[in-house]
């Protein structure tokens, strides 16, 4: 049928429908610029973060094991450009990395786990070398990327600048071993506390034990002190102690060995891995340095100055021993070193009870 032949109220509905038609094409085309639009607007957007954000946003393929993206803002963090980072790779700026529980790892191993899937959420810390020369920590946090058939492809993640963050962790691990060293400190003598002193004889006891090598004790006691402070006051009390108990420790030169005020006007020596010679030796020796010391001592002593009594013992560590009895041996010879008349050492061996000479 013609458009002639048509009756008007034929043509008038065709009008109609293709005014209909037209108006849900209207609105299809402003449904479209609307999505193009709101595609520009997050693409726009997140180009924005990318780039004005402290943080780098990356996305790494394992395949290749190289950044398929990295935003500008990588160049804030290592003054490194993305293509540059892409060109020499990030690895190669890393000194050293650290996990969570601050265990260190190596790139090397980082790639081979991410690369297997085994990392799962990853977090690390990384210190690098920027292109100024600096040094700077930057904290990784990703995630696996899945592609659409549920493999993976690689991981997408943000690298921070966390330099300020880990020099407060050093800080405040520096103050945790200055704490823990004060804690274990006699505060007049500045020698190793009571405490320190029985935590260290109980670990190196063990290790003697481990290794089947001796170890000896020395329990050092002021001659009269009690006499002393009553003659010359408690301040050149306190003054002796500190004298004394330097006096002793530059006795002893190995990092290994342990001066510590054992309480009172009583000092001792841990030596790990020292015969009884060696032990009677720094005995002999501290004795001496203290009486070169020169500290005026008239009414208690022969030869007028402040003078100490040694007690030591030496053991081989064995099951059903304890340093107890390294301590009670070491504390007999010492009453023994006071009943001969004191200013001496006295030795007391594990296995025999022996007087030696005075000095």
Known sequence: MTDSEKTKEQLILELVELRESLTRLEALRDEH??????????????RFMAETTGEALYRLKYSSMKY???SPSIEKLTGYSPREIESA???SLIISIEDIGKKKLSPEAIQKIRQEGKTGEYRADYLIRAKAGDMVWLGDHSFPWIDKSGSLVGSVGILSDITERKQMEAKLQEM??????????DGLTKVANRRRFDEFLELEWKRAMREGSPISLILIDIDHFKLFNDTYGHQAGDDCLKAVAQAIRGCVKRPM???????????TVVLPNTDEKGAFLIAQLAGREVRNLGIP????????????????????PSRGSTSEELV???D???YAAKDRGRNQAVFNAWSNFEIKSPE
Do not use: P, W
């Open 297 to 316: 001592h008239a009414k208690a002593s022969k030869i007028g100055c402040v003078s100490i009594s040694c007690g030591v013992s030496t053991i081989y």
């Open 89 to 91: 790779g990030l690895s």
């Open 68 to 70: 398929d993206y990295m």
């Open 332 to 334: 007999e010879a010492l």
């Open 33 to 46: 610029k609307k999505v193009e639009e709101a595609l520009r607007e997050s693409e726009e957007r997140f």
């Open 176 to 185: 945790n071993l200055e704490l823990q060293r004060i804690a274990t400190l």
């Open 257 to 267: 060995d342990l001066v510590a005020r054992y309480g009172g006007e009583e000092f």
């Open 328 to 330: 009670s041996r070491a």
